[in-house]
């Protein structure tokens, strides 16, 4: 039961580089989102997804794009990286929507370094 | 705009005692409110959630309450150990399609 997977766990990047970090899910879960975790900042929501086909901006969405093809992954692009996207990235999955007592589970993270 | 607190910053105690964490949230119409555990360069283990009709969950030596009228959380470790070190982050949900708004956590030590 692996849960959320992503990929990579490390990397570095040089300014104006695009990458996509993985993320993939394979507990059928309906909602997925990224997050990014920045010193002094606590997580913040990047873009989100309720279900295969749709999704939407969270907070700071700004230099990022999303897709949503399939149910069990969620990848998100850097289109043109900036110092300012340094930082660790977070990608969570929770089941049904309409259900108050599903936690979201989390990924182990992937570390970002533009420079 | 919701806005989660968390106080204290950071906290060392020594091992066996009782201490609470507090978590506030200035928008009371919460779908639920979460509580994770992160370990230095890890990601975020749940810890426990309770959903907005709660008052309370409970998971061995943690107890976490909820007062949605006054925007409170508080989490609960009874009998801390060592292992118990790590940053505690409170996090609330508005609505089942929505993310989640974080506290920038409670840095926990507890000393040997």
């Known amino acids: 039961n692996a849960g959320v997977t992503q990929t990579p766990k490390f990397q570095v990047l040089k300014t104006g580089q695009s990458m996509t970090l993985q993320c993939a899910q394979d507990m059928n879960h309906e909602y997925m989102s990224w997050y990014r975790q920045d010193p002094g900042m606590g997580l913040r929501l990047i873009h989100y997804s309720v279900g295969a086909g749709i999704t939407d901006q969270g907070e700071v969405p700004n230099g990022y794009n999303v897709s949503r093809s399939t149910t069990e992954d969620f990848p998100l692009r850097l289109l043109s990286a900036a110092p300012s996207q340094t930082s660790v990235y977070f990608c969570?999955?929770?089941?049904?929507?309409?259900?108050?007592?599903?936690?979201?589970?989390f990924g182990d993270g992937t570390r970002l370094s533009i420079l | 705009k919701q806005e989660v607190t968390q106080i204290p910053a950071a906290l060392s105690v020594p091992e066996g005692e009782n201490l609470v964490l507090n978590c506030s949230f200035t928008d009371s119409a919460i779908y639920n409110l979460q509580w994770f555990r992160q370990d230095p360069g890890k990601g975020l283990t749940s810890l426990l959630l309770?959903?907005?009709?709660?008052r309370e969950q409970t998971s061995g030596r943690l107890n976490a309450s909820l007062d949605k009228s006054s925007g409170r959380s508080t989490l609960y470790i009874a009998a801390s150990q060592p292992g118990d070190s790590a940053t505690y982050l409170c996090a609330v949900r508005r609505g089942g399609a929505d993310g989640l708004t974080f506290g920038k956590g409670t840095h926990l030590i507890i000393q040997p």
């Open positions: 309770i959903q907005s009709s709660q």
């Open positions: 969570a999955s929770s089941p049904n929507l309409w259900v108050s007592n599903q936690p979201q589970h």
